[in-house]
Each structure stands twice: as C-alpha cells, then as structure tokens.
C-alpha cells in the first residue's frame, strides 16, 4: 500500500458518507441543474454540448447524478450517443464505450456483468472519439485542478486512453457539489477532467 492509495481509500469512504446523506429529493433535483447547465453551458464562448457531434454519457449508479436527459436532448438533436459497457470476457474486465444511437437507443439497454444498464454486446464499439466530442465522466470526488477519484477499478482512466486519442475531446466531471474538495490525491496514470459540472453550475478546471 502506498500514502497516495491510503489517501484515495479514505476519501472514498468520505465521499461515500457524504452521498449517503442525500435525500433521493435532493438527488433528482440537482440532477435536473445539472443537466440544464450541461446543456446550455458556455465555456469559452462555445457551447460545449451544442457543438459537440458525440455525447459518451453513463447510466448513474446510486449516489451519481442523473444525465439520462442529457442523452435524451443529444439523441433528439441527431448526436451520436455513447455509454460504458463492461466486457467481461476479458482479461481485466475491461470496460469500453459503445454507440447507442442506433434503433433502440436508451430504451435498448439490458443488465449487463454486475446488474447494471448497458448497450448489448451486438452494439458497435467507440474506436475513437473526433475533436468537440463530449465525454460526461462520474466520479466519487473532483477538485478544481480537474483532479478525479473514481471507483478504484480504473475503468475509466483506462478505457479513456483508448478513445480519446484526437485533440479537442472535452472532459467533464459530472458530481453533485457534495463531492467537490479541495484536493484529490493523484497518480501518474489518473485522467484528469477539462471542467466540473454541479448543480451549482459548470466550472473549468485550473
């Protein structure tokens, strides 16, 4: 075990009592803020979401912001749409993006390795995302810095590397503001996220 690893463990747990205390009230609306700034967001005089040709989003596990309406907006708006899929017939556990967009759509999903929503294993798999993609990433805890701390099974980190090769992909972090510290501890391998969207609204990463 090393300091950075004790560090990540303990603010996991921390994050975790935090969600915790969130009423599923409280949880719905600031999911519905956040979806609105998403979708309506400016950064930098361009509106990330607007000119963005692919959305990757998630499906929320408990204590995760809702975004199912912002892939309902992207799918109506003629965007490809992407969610996570975890392949369990390899070595790790891999998980990757696959496109949703076609029939189906978010009513297609099935249970997938552990129970969650997912696209099925017929659906196309994301090879690589253009510039201008938007890439919705969850998380336990984020810090100003673009700082992440996942679930400690570095699904994403890993299967961001493979998709998000071309410049101009945008990362944001998609918490509620519970989850904003001051710091997450970091390795060399921990993706960092361009910009943090809460319900208190979107802010870019410094």
Same mark, same amino acid.
């Given at each position: 075990?090393?300091?950075?690893?004790?560090?990540?463990?303990?603010?996991?747990?921390?994050?975790?009592?935090?969600?915790?205390?969130?009423?599923?009230?409280?949880?719905?609306?600031?999911?519905?803020?956040? %979806?609105?700034?998403? #979708?309506? +967001?400016?950064?930098? $005089? *361009?509106? @990330?979401?607007?000119?963005?040709? !692919?959305?990757? =989003?998630?499906?929320?596990?408990?204590?995760?912001?809702?975004?199912?309406?912002?892939?309902?907006?992207?799918?109506?708006?003629?965007?490809?749409?992407?969610?996570?899929?975890?392949?369990?017939?390899?070595?790790?556990?891999?998980?990757?993006?696959?496109?949703?967009?076609?029939?189906?759509?978010?009513?297609?999903?099935?249970?997938?390795?552990?129970?969650?929503?997912?696209?099925?294993? %017929?659906?196309?798999? #994301?090879? +690589?995302?253009?510039? $201008? *993609?938007? @890439?919705?990433?969850?998380?336990? !805890?984020?810090? =100003?810095?673009?700082?992440?701390?996942?679930?400690?099974?570095?699904?994403?980190?890993?299967?961001?590397?493979?998709?998000?090769?071309?410049?101009?992909?945008?990362?944001?972090?998609?918490?509620?503001?519970?989850?904003?510290?001051?710091?997450?501890?970091?390795?060399?391998?921990?993706?960092?996220?361009?910009?943090?969207?809460?319900?208190?609204?979107?802010?870019?990463?410094?």
């Amino acid at each position: 075990m090393t300091a950075i690893g004790d560090a990540k463990r303990a603010m996991r747990r921390e994050a975790r009592t935090r969600l915790a205390a969130m009423d599923a009230q409280q949880g719905a609306a600031a999911s519905d803020a956040i %979806a609105e700034h998403l #979708v309506g +967001s400016d950064v930098a $005089g *361009s509106d @990330v979401f607007a000119s963005a040709p !692919a959305v990757v =989003g998630f499906v929320a596990l408990a204590g995760e912001p809702d975004v199912s309406a912002v892939l309902t907006r992207a799918l109506g708006a003629g965007k490809r749409v992407a969610l996570p899929r975890i392949e369990p017939g390899e070595a790790d556990g891999s998980m990757t993006f696959r496109w949703i967009d076609g029939p189906g759509g978010l009513a297609g999903l099935a249970r997938g390795a552990f129970g969650l929503l997912e696209p099925g294993p %017929a659906t196309d798999r #994301v090879e +690589s995302l253009g510039g $201008g *993609s938007l @890439v919705l990433v969850p998380g336990l !805890a984020f810090d =100003g810095g673009g700082g992440r701390l996942g679930r400690g099974k570095g699904y994403y980190d890993r299967a961001l590397a493979e998709v998000t090769r071309s410049e101009g992909v945008v990362l944001a972090g998609v918490c509620f503001e519970a989850q904003v510290v001051p710091r997450v501890p970091r390795e060399d391998h921990d993706r960092a996220v361009h910009m943090i969207v809460t319900e208190a609204g979107l802010r870019q990463a410094t």
